[in-house]
């Protein structure tokens, strides 16, 4: 645009490229002339000089410089969500991500309000603090994002979103939560609370049977003994039994246990069934129960 010719006022609503002018600008003044406050297709809101608007040298906020730069926030975080996938863009150009909640939960969400910080949740929280008035220190947590909490949203995720790369280990083997502790259920983050106490130090949540959902009667605090315990059959265990292999070698059936680093059992047996029953009964004297599997 020439030099001394004035700029002609930017409406409401004109959209340049990829651009739509929202309004004014507070602060509205800078060396290229009045600021315009512009939604990009992108959904960021950006403040943009009227030359540049005028002479077309600003089309975008900056993230269309090249489609690889095009708002891809595939598995960025945002609060308690996690965006999945771009579904395009609304009637007023706003960028629509489809987006898994913590609680299992899955939304749609505008990528301006994800990157503002408006929409932190699929709405979980707001349900959790309506919920029935019960007894008990638990009333209203005010736990996000302690290590208890992030212990029961990832419970909640890989056995109910089917994008979690963990999902085919938990859900995709029919793995689910219980009524008590799923949102979608009708449970809390607070029944968790009540049912299992906060997190102890160095200890995970373990299912005592690994084939099982997650119940108050079926979980515990692990430390890495018992987890490793609880591990299911190994993919190169001919046997079918954990702790019970074929010593080739030897040719007889071998049952093994440790525990804490340390071998508590190591046995041969002529027998397979001899073999399993050895690595049962050491199960139950050194842990106090039987492994599901």
Known sequence: MPRGVPLREIEKGEIFTNLTVIGVSENSSSESGKLY???????IISKTAASLLLNGKKTSCGCLRTDKQRSNIEGVRFGLLTAIEDIGSDKFGSRIWRCSCDCGNEVTKEVRKLKTGKTPNCGCLVKQTKDVERKGPYKTHSM????TYNVWANMCQRTNNRNRPDYVH???????????????????????LLDMGEKPDKLSLERVNNDEDYSPENCIWADETTQNYHQ??????TSGVVGVRWDSTNCVWQARLWKGGEVMLCSNHAHFEDAVLARKAAELKFYGYEKSK
Not at 232 to 237: S, Y
Request: glycine share 18%; net charge positive; aromatic share 10%.
């Open 37 to 43: 406050d512009c939604l990009c297709v992108c959904g």
């Open 232 to 237: 299911r059959v190994r993919k190169d265990n």
């Open 144 to 147: 996000t994002g302690t290590p």
């Open 170 to 192: 938990y859900g995709g083997r029919g793995i689910d939560v219980c009524q008590r502790w799923l949102i979608s259920k009708g449970g809390s983050f607070e029944n968790f």
